[in-house]
């Protein structure tokens, strides 16, 4: 709708002939260089549509003058990232553990290769920073149940604990309660002793009638001492440490129930150069025989 052309008396500057509650809308042109500014980026807009992939198309897109593919710009990048590699995981698979841990540069790319595996396969059991949870072991300790050399942990990653692998370590805890071995008091009486053996408070009469029914039932894996067995895969009773948890009622559950954790076996799903590199770096944790 037209209007009187109206100056503002106060700015000098045309109205647009809008006005509320007395307050007048000035007519107050944009800057030049915000117009120079608009009309560049337009421009651009312009360019970048012929010169780069822009438009969907109905089973593919335009490619641009210049042709460029990010999905491509990955694969060269990864493709020399593997070229570079390729030297140390060559040596690698031909290397024994030993060697491996033994030459400096090997062993810093088999550790950083070994960690970067180990976040991707193993941290959702054993946690990004391996210290483990309940059922799971912490890796960072000294305490192994299979045993902490490289070997055996290469062994372990390789075949898995109670895998479907036919060289996986199988070795299960009889179920004393549930089997019907042992009577309720009698698992209570060996939990007691159990727990003494850790140093935890305990029932002395209980724990004395729990180390009978121990020297019978349980010292063939544990040993007479308790202290375990790496080659049947049975915890080392006297220390503080506890897959399951160390309370009573814990030790009472696993005596009666038994445990049966499992580990995948890893070779087949994955190559034996990561094998051999998560080996190295689980062993490089801290805990390493």
Same mark, same amino acid.
């Given at each position: ?13 045309? &109205? ?7 307050i007048?809308?000035l ?16 421009l ?27 999905? #491509? ?11 570079? %590699? ?7 698979? %031909? ?9 400096? #540069? ?26 483990? +949870? ?28 109670r ?36 140093? +935890? ?9 729990? +180390? ?11 040993? #007479?001492d308790? &202290? ?9 009773? &006297? ?14 559950q ?5 445990r ?12 034996? &150069? ?16």
């Amino acid at each position: 709708m037209a209007h009187d052309k109206e100056i503002d008396q106060v700015s000098g500057t045309e &109205t647009t002939g809008h006005e509320w509650d007395g307050i007048k809308e000035l007519n107050t042109p944009l800057p030049r260089w915000w117009l120079w500014t608009f009309y560049a980026t337009c421009l651009w807009a312009l360019a970048y549509w012929v010169v780069m992939p822009a438009w969907p198309l109905v089973s593919s897109y335009t490619k641009g003058v210049i042709g460029y593919s990010s999905r #491509e710009q990955l694969a060269n990048t990864m493709a020399e990232a593997r070229a570079a %590699q390729a030297v140390y995981l060559d040596r690698i698979e %031909q290397a024994s553990l030993e060697e491996i841990v033994n030459d400096r #540069e090997l062993l810093d790319f088999a550790q950083a290769g070994g960690g970067s595996a180990f976040a991707v396969n193993c941290s959702q059991c054993h946690g990004l920073g391996a210290a483990g +949870s309940t059922g799971f072991p912490n890796l960072n300790d000294d305490n192994w149940i299979w045993g902490g050399t490289l070997e055996a942990i290469h062994q372990t990653i390789l075949y898995g604990i109670r895998s479907d692998h036919d060289e996986t370590r199988f070795n299960e805890m009889p179920a004393f309660g549930r089997d019907e071995i042992l009577d309720r008091e009698q698992v209570g009486d060996v939990a007691e002793y159990v727990l003494s053996l850790s140093g +935890s408070e305990t029932d002395p009469a209980a724990a004395q009638r729990g +180390s009978e029914i121990f020297a019978e039932q349980c010292a063939a894996c544990h040993g #007479e001492d308790g &202290t375990g067995n790496q080659d049947l895969g049975a915890p080392n009773l &006297t220390d503080a440490i506890w897959l399951y948890g160390g309370d009573k009622a814990d030790v009472v559950q696993t005596i009666a129930n038994s445990r049966s954790g499992m580990m995948p076996a890893w070779t087949g799903r994955l190559d034996e &150069t990561t094998i051999k590199q998560l080996a190295v770096y689980v062993h490089s944790l801290g805990g390493g025989e």
